[in-house]
Structures are given as C-alpha cells and as structure tokens.
C-alpha cells in the first residue's frame, strides 16, 4: 500500500512540475515532453544559463500540488482566474524527459545531441518544451524539425 505523502516543493525528486519522468526518448507517451539543453557555450561574456534546466525543475515544483490527492495541480492564473496544465498533469501528459547530453569544449557535438534528443521527442509525437541553455541552443532545437 502506497503510504499517503504531503510532497512539498523541497521534498523529494526534482522533475518539472513533478511529472513522471522517461529517459528512453523513444518510448515517450505524452502531449508534451520537456528536454533540457544546459549549455552556455554559445555565451562569450557572462556563462551560467547551463545552470538553468535544473533551477527551472526545482521552481516548478511549487506549481505541482502536494499533498495526498493533490487537488491544486497545475498552474493558476490570477488574471485569468484559471489553472493551466491541470489536466495534462492528471491524465500524466507530460513527461520529463532529463537533460541532453552536453560535451563541453566541442559545441557541434552538443548540438548533434540536442538535436537528436528533439527529434526523437518528435518522432514519439510529443512537443518538446526545451529549457535552459543560452540563445545558441535555439539553433540545435529548430534543425530537429528539418
């Protein structure tokens, strides 16, 4: 028997949102996949964006419901006076999918992996949700789709 937890936002796993996660990117059965690119290569100045992915996971689980039944999933809107993702999250349509590999020092191969990580999101049928990374990894993101 499962033991009944209040899972607050500073306990436990850190996936987005507190979706169930899926490493193997072929085997995706979700709406929406999230896929981290924690890369700040293509940043000359100012490096840390790499960071991102992570930082992004652990705020979002403020936004997960806690408690046992978790009946606040989603997340609400105060102008709207709605909550968004609630009923992906109930019927667990998003998936968490980790982070891209990142080789450092060699930015076509990250890229190669970001990728190749997208297109099999795509090929599963799900909408990768990419965070993180600095601008560059919009380019590795945008050619999965050609």
């Known amino acids: 028997m499962a033991e009944d937890r209040l899972n607050l936002p500073f306990t436990g796993l850190v996936s987005f949102m507190r979706v169930p996660t899926c490493t193997d990117l072929e085997a995706v059965d979700a709406d929406i996949a999230i896929l981290g690119a924690p890369s700040d290569e293509g940043s000359p100045w100012k490096p840390g964006a790499r960071f991102a992915p992570r930082k992004i996971r ?6 997960a419901g806690y408690g046992p039944v978790q009946h ?20 667990s349509r998003i998936v968490d999918c980790g982070d ?16 190749r990580d997208v297109r099999r999101i795509l090929d599963a049928g799900a909408f990768p949700v990419v965070i993180g990374g600095d601008h560059a990894v919009t380019y590795p993101v945008v050619r999965a789709y050609t």
């Not at 652990?58 to 936004?63: A, D, H, Q, R």
């Not at 102008?79 to 109930?90: A, I, K, P, Q």
Request: no cysteine; net charge negative.
């Open 72 to 91: 606040q999933m989603g997340y609400y809107d105060i102008d709207e006076d709605r909550r968004y993702l609630e009923y992906e999250r109930r019927q």
């Open 58 to 63: 652990e705020l979002s689980v403020k936004y």
């Open 100 to 115: 891209s590999d990142i080789v450092y020092t060699n930015v076509r191969r990250t890229f190669d992996n970001i990728t």
